[in-house]
């Protein structure tokens, strides 16, 4: 196990070199450049010179892109153009609320979409098949902005069974310990407040866990039914072994490879596409950041959700390589 890590590490390496490449090019391909984001619009070509000069961007590519690789190895991202904070500061202060919320919304998709998708399978042809696929065909149609303001408007505003905006309620005085609401207050015995957080977290939850719910639905269910038509599972049906060890060793185990790999590539992408959530519920993560950044064309805030949203993608991938070499034993001898 420990080799196979290592080797997945490894082989990790030239891939992000390979995005800061382009990620550099990028952005000297910008149009304005940072100074113009710095200065504004209006700027003066001295001005911009200057700028230019003190952030380096006069020197040969080759040494600007040296120091660009060397930044971002320190986890020096440069300044914030909207807070003046530096980036590094202004990710670690947000980066909870983002992590949250797409825990919350993975395990909402998982903990539905697995056993749905398995007995809409099992059943097929059924009620429950019929109800499983046109589900997972609405939830991958409606936009996920649309559906957070119905949920909002009806839940929130309408019915006020959950809060409309923010992740605890301005009347909690929370311990803030690790920046996880929800576990701050288990960690400090404030109940109430990770109650609280709890409510907060449901309706943007359930919006972010919309796509991937579907997609874990359907991809579950194709596995299970490709493994059900295996002569494996007749085979030990045919032995008379009970259908609880026909369905969690040969069917389950290995039906799971496959949804295994799409709940590390969907994991990675509710990082990245919480932005419109966070936005709709003000829910004050790296999403809604971003989204003021791109207006503000804060260049150095962009660099590094780049950079994050790569060495998730990375670090998910590694993962999922484990998970396949415990699921399936095989993955460790290839």
């Known amino acids: 196990m420990l080799r196979l890590v290592v080797r997945r590490l490894l082989q990790l390496i030239p891939t992000l070199l390979g995005l800061s490449v382009l990620l550099f090019l990028w952005l000297n391909r910008l149009p304005g450049g940072p100074a113009s984001a710095i200065l504004g619009e209006r700027a003066t070509e001295a001005e911009v010179a200057r700028i230019n000069r003190a952030l380096g961007l006069d020197q040969p590519l080759y040494i600007q892109y040296w120091r660009f690789l060397k930044r971002i190895a ?110 701050d207050g288990l960690l400090t015995g404030e109940f109430d407040a990770s109650w609280d957080a709890i409510s907060h977290l449901v309706l943007p939850a359930i919006t972010l866990a919309s796509i991937p719910l579907a997609v874990i639905v359907r991809m579950t269910r194709a596995s299970v039914l490709e493994v059900l038509g295996e002569d494996y599972v007749r085979t030990a049906e045919s032995k008379g072994l009970r259908r609880r060890v026909v369905r969690e060793r040969h069917v389950l185990r290995n039906a799971m490879l496959p949804v295994v790999t799409a709940v590390g590539l969907l994991t990675g992408s509710l990082l990245s596409g919480a932005v419109l959530t966070e936005s709709v519920f003000s829910f004050g993560g790296i999403g809604s950041f971003i989204r003021t950044a791109i207006d503000g064309r804060d260049y150095p805030v962009l660099v590094g959700f780049i950079m994050f949203i790569a060495i998730t993608y990375v670090l998910i991938n590694l993962l999922v390589d484990v998970a396949y070499s415990l699921i399936d034993p095989r993955v460790r001898v290839h």
């Open 74 to 183: 320190e986890l020096d991202l440069g300044t914030s153009v909207q807070t003046g904070q530096p980036v590094w500061d202004e990710f670690t202060l947000r980066f909870p609320a983002t992590v949250e919320l797409s825990v919350a919304a993975m395990i909402i998709a998982i903990v539905v979409g697995v056993p749905l998708g398995y007995f809409a399978a099992r059943k097929r042809g059924g009620w429950l098949d019929v109800t499983a696929v046109s589900g997972s065909l609405v939830g991958i149609c409606v936009p996920v902005f649309f559906l957070a303001l119905i949920l909002k408007g009806i839940f929130a505003v309408n019915l006020g069974l959950f809060p409309s905006y923010g992740r605890q309620s301005t009347g909690i005085n929370a311990t803030d310990v690790t920046g996880f609401a929800v576990l």
